[in-house]
């Protein structure tokens, strides 16, 4: 596993699919501020409760210049799937082979219910304009986690 992200670390490039197969590059997205966040799997619970906490604060995110980019290893379906029946308004990101994960840190060990296992580290990083990581988030709790960032990120 990478060493976890810190501020002022120039964020790994990607290119990724979303869940209509359109490819999205974050070196494309120079010049605004990115929130790329890393969940388990789609259509789970917690995951659900994120990616709708997410959908919920979206106007207030982009009136403050965020974008907003969901990443799981889920493959297109999947997503697709996920992203209507939550409505979702922001594109999610397939990352079958677990590059990006592993680039950014949110792939690796973690305890789950007390049980040593590999999987995706719920993990948020927050890019900024040059592409510099602005603010790195490991181990993130699904309920509650927007208003926490958005509270780190003085939009409250």
Request: proline content about 4%.
């Amino acid at each position: 596993m990478t060493d976890r992200l810190v501020a002022g670390d120039t964020a790994p490039d990607f290119t990724l699919q979303d869940q209509d197969g359109t490819e999205h590059t974050l070196g494309s997205l120079r010049g605004r501020k990115v929130i790329v966040y890393f969940y388990p799997a789609a259509s789970t619970p917690g995951c659900t409760t994120e990616a709708c906490d997410f959908r919920d604060n979206m106007s207030s995110l982009q009136a403050a210049g965020y974008e907003v980019l969901g990443v799981s290893k889920d493959d297109l379906p999947a997503l697709a799937t996920f992203k209507h029946e939550q409505a979702l308004t922001f594109p999610l990101l397939s990352d079958p082979d677990l590059a990006v994960h592993k680039a950014y840190a949110a792939w690796g060990e973690k305890n789950n219910y007390g049980k040593v296992v590999t999987g995706t580290i719920r993990s948020t990083i927050v890019v900024d304009e040059d592409g510099a990581v602005q603010l790195p988030l490991y181990n993130v709790k699904a309920t509650g986690h927007v208003a926490s960032l958005r509270k780190k990120l003085g939009l409250v």
